[in-house]
């Protein structure tokens, strides 16, 4: 169907493909200091798939997320979100930051964290209505953790916050989900949890993209992965992009030849 639409337009089926992906990334440099954290990025995630950012620690995964959000400004390049430039697309991306970067030390119950996921909805001083309230619970349920609607965040582990923040997410019904290493540091149970949102998720038509740190699991949860080291190292289905070349090249020496070998084809 996209192909008969690109010919009607006269656009070459490649730009009708880039135009419509749910993001795409061209040319993207961002620049904390003097040495870019990303470098002339390009970036095309495919619609209704799960896509794992992977990379060494330093490799600009969480500050392309950012980038691509308008979190932080690029030195140059360009984010396109279903076609069309990121302002006009914000309520269609849900974001999961980094754990470890939000303090949850002042009092605020879980439910009321998931609730911040509809205040596009709402509006600031919109009235919090009934029909909010079991969104929010149902989101809490399809995570597992609807028992704990009325505790403080600040008390959960940090497996049930994570949850709790998916929640957050699904609440906004958005269509582009964006995580940053939603499984770091997360028990067992909550894993599984997650990853299988994650899926239902797509199941919807959903895209789902993640930056994942565990290479064991990158086969089993993802469709395509996106290597990254400050550049773009490799991008595309799991079975082409995610080999044993691909992952040397975006670790170096950090990562042990048979660690490699275990965990990626060898096509
Ligand atoms: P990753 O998520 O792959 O571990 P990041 O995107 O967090 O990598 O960081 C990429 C590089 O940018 C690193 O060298 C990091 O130290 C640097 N960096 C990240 N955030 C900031 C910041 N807010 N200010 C300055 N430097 C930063
Ligand atoms: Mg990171």
Redesign the pocket.
């Known amino acids: 169907m996209q192909l008969s639409l690109a010919s009607q337009n006269g656009q070459s089926a490649a730009e009708a493909g880039l135009s419509s992906s749910p993001l795409c990334i061209r040319g993207l440099t961002v620049s904390?200091?003097e040495k870019p954290?990303?470098f002339s990025v390009d970036m095309t995630v495919v619609a209704g798939q799960m896509t794992a950012i992977i990379?060494?620690?330093?490799?600009?995964?969480?500050?392309?997320l950012k980038a691509a959000l308008g979190i932080v400004p690029p030195l140059s390049g360009r984010v396109q979100v279903f076609g069309r430039p990121l302002d006009h697309q914000r309520a269609r991306i849900a974001y999961v930051p980094?754990r470890a970067s939000v303090d949850w030390d002042f009092p605020t119950r879980v439910i009321d964290v998931v609730m911040m996921g509809l205040y596009r909805d709402l509006g600031l001083l919109g009235r919090i209505r009934g029909s909010h309230r079991q969104i929010a619970r149902d989101c809490l349920d399809r995570v597992g953790m609807h028992e704990f609607s009325e505790r403080q965040i600040g008390q959960l582990s940090g497996g049930q916050q994570q949850r709790v923040f998916l929640a957050r997410a699904l609440a906004q019904g958005a269509d582009l989900y964006l995580l940053?290493e939603p499984f770091a540091g997360v028990d067992a149970a909550t894993e599984k949890a997650i990853i299988s949102v994650l899926k239902d998720l797509r199941a919807e038509g959903k895209t789902v993209v993640a930056?994942h740190h565990d290479l064991a699991t990158v086969r089993d949860y993802f469709d395509n992965v996106f290597l990254?080291n400050t550049r773009k190292v490799a991008e595309g289905p799991v079975d082409e992009a995610f080999t044993a070349e691909t992952l040397q090249a975006a670790y170096g020496g950090r990562l042990a030849t048979a660690q490699v070998d275990q965990i990626a084809t060898t096509a």
């Open positions: 904390y200091g954290a990303v990379g060494p620690n330093g490799a600009g995964k969480s500050t392309l980094q940053d930056v990254i």
